[in-house]
T-cell receptor
Framework: GESVGLHLPTLSVQEGDNSIINCAYS??????FIWYKQESGKGPQFIID?????DKRQGQRVTVLLNKTVKHLSLQIAATQPGDSAVYFC????????????FGGGTRVLVKP | GAGVSQSPSNKVTEKGKDVELRCDPI?????LYWYRQSLGQGLEFLIY????????KSGLPSDRFSAERTGGSVSTLTIQRTQQEDSAVYLC????????????FGPGTRLLVL
């Protein structure tokens, strides 16, 4: 079936280094992608989104890259901080086909001091 | 302003009992969603309400699950005759509009069925 998935279940990164979290999707009809951060015991927190007519979008310390050719999405976190330790989920929204989000399995980011 | 709120934050129940979970969306948001997150897993879509349209119930796992949204605001997710496999975190989200809008999540209700 169609799904959104992640390559790495756990990512350990040194404080101050950059983090890259990858996500593959299989539905070419998806037109909107979102990254969420989830800390222990909390609901997912919106980080950044990107529409399919773009290939890059930047926020504060975060950048999302979209490669529609290979159906790949990535989240880059610059100068990773201890507060970035969390589980990160990518999600796709198929727009006109319905507004439900399809989530990947999540990547845990552990920031080492 | 206030975010999405959910109650109760935790619920422990016995197998076979019914439970009701409540969601208060962000004021002015017309779309409301329920998701389920099992331990260590991603989120699974359950149901979606948009305005006065018929809800999208395609994600409900069985007929023991139902949801209502009264007055276009508060929503209640009901699980009848709970089973142990229903144990999960139930997350509610809302968005301004129907399509491509950012969904904002509540803190979730942690349900444990003994």
């Amino acid at each position: 079936g169609e799904s959104v998935g992640l390559h790495l279940p756990t990512l350990s990164v040194q404080e101050g280094d950059n983090s890259i979290i990858n996500c593959a999707y299989s539905n070419s009809a998806s037109d909107y992608f979102i990254w969420y951060k989830q800390e222990s015991g909390k609901g997912p927190q919106f980080i950044i989104d990107i529409r399919s007519n773009m290939d890059k979008r930047q926020g504060q310390r975060v950048t999302v890259l979209l490669n529609k050719t290979v159906k790949h999405l990535s989240l880059q976190i610059a100068a990773t901080q201890p507060g970035d330790s969390a589980v990160y989920f990518c999600a796709e929204n198929r727009g006109a086909a319905g507004n439900k989000l399809t989530f990947g399995g999540g990547t845990r980011v552990l920031v080492k001091p | 302003g206030a975010g999405v709120s959910q109650s109760p934050s935790n619920k422990v129940t016995e197998k076979g009992k019914d439970v009701e979970l409540r969601c208060d969306p962000i004021s002015g948001h017309t779309a409301l969603y329920w998701y389920r997150q099992s331990l260590g897993q991603g989120l699974e879509f359950l149901i979606y309400f948009q305005g006065n349209s018929a809800p999208d119930k395609s994600g409900l796992p069985s007929d023991r699950f139902s949801a209502e949204r009264t007055g276009g605001s508060v929503s209640t997710l009901t699980i009848q005759r709970t089973q142990q496999e229903d144990s999960a975190v139930y997350l509610c989200a809302s968005s301004l509009g129907p399509s491509g809008e950012t969904q904002y999540f509540g803190p979730g209700t942690r349900l444990l069925v003994l």
